[in-house]
Every structure is written in C-alpha cells, then in structure tokens.
C-alpha cells in the first residue's frame, strides 16, 4: 500500500502490523496443534514410561522391573526369540523381494500392473485374516493336507503352518510389499550409465545385480527393511493364534489382559511393551539417520521416470511370469479361502465345502451389527479428527517458517514406530483415573486417531508440497483473506491428495486391533475385535470367516475409489511423501 487515504504518507506500519497478525495466527495455531500432541501422544506414552519403573513390592520407583526382566530367563528368552523372528522375517521377505522388485523395476511384461496391485495387496489386508487362510488351507487337516492324501502322496498330514517356521511365512509374505516397493523405487532411480559401465567392463547378470545395482538401492531398501524388522515387535496376534506365545508382544498382551490381579506379571508386561516401543523406535530413527547419511546422486544423463528397461529372453520371461504368479497365488489364498469359508458352516475334514449358507453373514447382520457400525464410526470419528488435525499440520509444516514445524513434523512421524499394543496400553493407564476418558467411547476414536494419524499427514504434506506457492500468494495479494484462500484456492487442488489419505486413514484405522483390544468395553466391539473374540471362544469358525471377507470387501472397495482418484493402487498409496 503506497499511501493512507488518499494522501502521500507511507504505510509501512500496517504492512508490518498485517505481518504480525498472521506471524500470531500461525504461532497460535501451532500452539493448538503442539497441545493436541502432547495431550494424545506425548502424555500418555509418558506415563506408560513413568509406570514401567513402579516397584510393585515396596510402593516405590527404580529400575528393578527391567533388571527382573533381563535376570529372568523366560522374559530374556521371549525378547532374543523376538530378535531372532525379526531377523528371520526380514530374512526371508529380502529373498523372495529381491528378485520380484527386479521384474517389476526392470521388465517391461503385459499385466504388470495387476501382478504390481495383487503383490502389494497384503499392505492394506489385516494380518490377522492371512492367518485363519493359511490355516484352513495348509493347517495338519487343511485343504493342501486332505488332497495329498487323498491322492496317495502321504499318509500322515504334513505341518505346514504350526511354528517358527509357519510364522516366519506368514509374517514374511504380509510384510514382502515394504521390500518389493523400496527395493524396486531404487532399481527405478538408479542412472542406467552405472550398470552400463559395469558391462562394459565385462560384468553383466548377477554379478552386476549384486555389485553395483544392490548396492545403490542399500538407502532405498533400508528404509523398508527396518519396518519389516520392527513387524515381529507389534503382531502380538498372528503367533498367539499359531500357539507361539514365546515372543515380546504376545507375552505383553497375555500378561496385561489376562494376568491383572497379579501385580508382578502385569508390570512385566508393560515392561515388555516399552522394551519392545524402545527397539522400534532406536531401528527407526538409526535407519532414518542411515538412509539421509547414504544418498547416491548421479552427475551423468539420469533417469526416466520408467527407469531402465530390459527385454528379458523367452526363458527369463517364463520364469518371471511363473514367479510372479505363485507370489500372486499366495496373496490371492487369503480373500479365496475366506469367502469359501464364510459363505459355509461345515468345513471340516473335506478339502472343499460341500455346504453352502448365508447363515454366517444373517448373524454379522442381524444379530451382531453393532460389530459393523462401531468399526465405521469410530473409524469415521477418528477420521474427522485427523483432517482437523491434518490439514492444519501439513500447512504450518510446509507453508510456515515456524520454528517447531520440523518438530511437530518428527513426532507425528515417529507414530509409525510405536506399537498399537503400546499405544492401548499408555491410554488405558492415563484416561482411566484423574481424566477418565477411558471410561467412554470417544476413548476409541481418539486412540485410532493418534495411532493412525501419520498416514494422513503424510498424504497432505506431499499434496501441499505439489501445490505452486504462487497460486495462494496471488489470491492474498488480491486482498483475500487466509481462510478463503484456503477454503477456494488452496483445498480444490489439494482435494485429490486429501481424499486419497482419507481413505488410506480410514483403512488403517478400520482394521486396528492392537490399540483397540486393550480399549473397548461391552458395546464397543469392533469387527476386528468381533473377529479376536469368535476365534479365542472357539464359536463356529465361519462367523469369523465371514467378518474377515466383509473387512476384505470394504477394504477392496475403498482401493478402488483409490485407484479412480489418483491413477493406481500404487500411486495412491506410495506416492511422493508418502511412508
């Protein structure tokens, strides 16, 4: 502004007191968000620390549970077993990811983005539901048993699934899309002149593979490497329901839900939820250290978007497509054998059901439908309280220079390292007594908000990142206000980004269940937690079946509104910024 009313006195002072309106309204509402986080985060963890060193014997405070903890060899044991899981599952997942990121990263072959969607299902699946699959098809009287019997091949029923060796499987193949997508991230964003020069200097095949192409993926696989590693430290359900009870997280849920009368059991267990948080959280922060420490950049012609392209030979391309195919099969057994199972009452001792009944689905619909509505308006609640928070959040980190929004932006994301299990447990002990929020509803939403909130943040910072500053800087020189720059500048072209991390979030939070087991009350169950209980009460396995295909049908149609808003499953879910 050059003048005041007309006259040749300069306004220097209102541009500055406009300034420092706006510096006041970021600072404030930074101040709000900064409260949320420390009300629903930062406190209740905290408390699951400070209780964790509550001496129960003598009233009074040390480090004597977690030197009981490492003196007592039953909790030593579960600890290094969790290690040696982890290792195994990171293991095996590595193996099998190596060569399938290779075919997709590398091999131009028709329907790879199908096999690219099919192979990247088990991301968004529960884990849960893969588990009551491949026990119906591969368990000692399960369909893969029965048919080699039946043809003659063996005469006792072979343990496919029960033990280390049944768990490692399972958790391997839910966790293989974190090391297919990193690893094929960096194939793709490695500059063709390096593998070009390897051949030229006589290395070619594997040798190339393992010299040079491997090594410049390490940032990009290390990224999704520790959070397979971490996986065995937060699935306390999958080894429960295999009979494997020897592990941190397993042995944390039984102590704390089942053992509360005894004292010493109980503060053992939550012992064990902040070793096992402490774990994840050192992997977590070490592996961001590592990967912003090892960037390869190339100072040749670069890449394309589509990264280098090899025609394999016929030979090659057979075994990519058989390789692809048995991946493909065994993510597809989960959804196949469930709809079966839900859609019959009696399959026992046959390899497939010969009866066939909607009775499983009348009882989810009629009897138990509060199962249903609780799972959607938790989830829709803990929703509206993440785009509340969200959009807010991704602003002042991105479009502000306040001083706390890389703060603000760590701890949120530092959520994705904390076990669901430790956040339950940390409300549980903090909104229970003196703030008793834990005695009402709204204690489930606000958890699944907390526990799932990066997923959110994570789309609308990469959608504000993609968004020209110019375009909002020309409406408030225009004399707009913030607010209705937002609300019709800036909201309309993030919209498609938004929607997608509405989704996404309300996919996570639909299938939690290790926040929520430690949370609900009578009223509050969810299907998850419906899927938990009819399992563990040894009620018809086709009740529980059928909860699962349901959560797989949602959860299928929420990736196709997904996929028509941001071009693919991958995409959606794996963009630019996302985690």
């Not at 406009?18 to 709000?32: C, D, H, V, Y």
């Not at 199908?114 to 591969?138: E, K, M, N, R």
């Not at 939403?445 to 910072?461: D, I, K, Q, V």
Request: net charge positive.
């Amino acid at each position: 502004r050059l003048s005041r009313k007309g006259t040749g006195e300069a306004s220097f002072p209102e541009g500055k007191t406009e300034g420092n309106r706006m510096t006041r309204a970021n600072l404030s509402l930074t101040t709000f968000l900064w409260m949320i986080i420390v009300f629903l985060v930062v406190y209740p963890l905290s408390i699951l620390v400070v209780e964790s060193f509550k001496i129960v014997d003598t009233g009074g405070w040390g480090i004597g549970n977690y030197i009981g903890f490492f003196k007592d060899t039953y909790y030593l044991k579960t600890f290094l077993n969790t290690m040696a899981l982890s290792g195994l599952v990171l293991m095996t997942s590595t193996v099998f990811g190596i060569p399938l990121a290779y075919i997709l990263a590398r091999y131009r072959q028709k329907g790879k983005t199908v096999f690219t969607a099919l192979i990247l299902l088990p991301i968004v699946l529960p884990a849960y539901a893969g588990v009551f699959a491949f026990i119906i098809f591969f368990g000692k009287f399960g369909t893969l048993n029965l048919l080699l019997m039946e043809w003659g091949l063996i005469e006792d029923p072979i343990n496919f699934i029960y033990g280390i060796h049944g768990l490692v499987f399972i958790q391997a193949l839910h966790m293989l899309p974190f090391i297919v997508l990193s690893l094929s991230a960096g194939i793709t964003n490695i500059d063709p002149s390096f593998e070009e020069a390897a051949e030229v200097e006589g290395a070619s095949g594997l040798r190339r593979l393992v010299t040079v192409t491997l090594p410049l993926c390490t940032p990009s696989y290390l990224a999704g490497a520790v959070i397979v590693f971490l996986w065995p430290f937060t699935d306390w359900l999958t080894p429960l329901i295999l009979g494997q009870v020897d592990y941190l997280p397993s042995v944390s849920y039984i102590n704390i839900a089942y053992h509360f009368t005894d004292q010493h059991r109980k503060y053992m267990g939550i012992v064990a939820v902040v070793i096992a948080s402490l774990v994840c959280i050192s992997l977590f922060l070490l592996a961001r250290w590592w990967v912003e420490r090892k960037k390869y950049t190339g100072l040749s012609k670069g890449t394309t978007s589509e990264g280098r392209v090899i025609e394999p030979g016929v030979l090659i391309k057979t075994g990519s497509y058989l390789y692809m195919l048995f991946i493909a099969a065994l993510v597809l057994l989960i959804p196949i054998v469930l709809g079966l199972s839900a859609f019959s009452r009696r399959w026992v001792f046959e390899p497939f059901p010969t009866y066939w009944t909607l009775e499983n689905f009348r009882v989810i619909l009629l009897e138990t439908p509060r199962l249903i509505q609780n799972s959607f308006v938790f989830s829709a609640v803990a929703l509206c309280f993440g785009i509340l928070f969200g959009l807010p959040a991704a602003y002042i980190i991105v479009r502000t220079r306040m001083p706390t929004r890389n703060a603000l932006d760590f701890v949120i994301t530092l959520m994705l390292a904390f076990p669901g299990m430790a956040v339950g447990v940390s409300y549980l002990l903090a909104f229970w007594n003196g703030i008793p929020l834990a005695t009402h509803w709204i204690i489930m939403p606000l958890a699944l908000f907390a526990r799932r909130l990066p997923y959110f943040l994570r789309m609308a910072h990469s959608s504000y990142l993609q968004l020209d500053s110019s375009l909002e800087e020309a409406s408030e020189v225009s004399g707009v206000g913030k607010f209705k720059t937002f609300l019709y500048i800036s909201l309309p072209l993030l919209l498609k980004g938004v929607l997608v991390g509405v989704v996404m979030f309300f996919i996570m939070a639909f299938q939690e269940i290790s926040t929520a087991i430690f949370l609900y009350r009578g009223g509050w169950e969810t299907l998850p937690i419906g899927i938990y209980l009819n399992w563990h009460r040894g009620m018809e396995f086709g009740i529980a079946a059928a909860m699962a295909f349901l959560m797989i049908v949602i959860t299928f149609i929420l990736l196709l509104i997904i996929s028509r808003l941001a071009g693919g499953i991958l995409k959606a879910a794996w963009g630019p910024g996302g985690t």
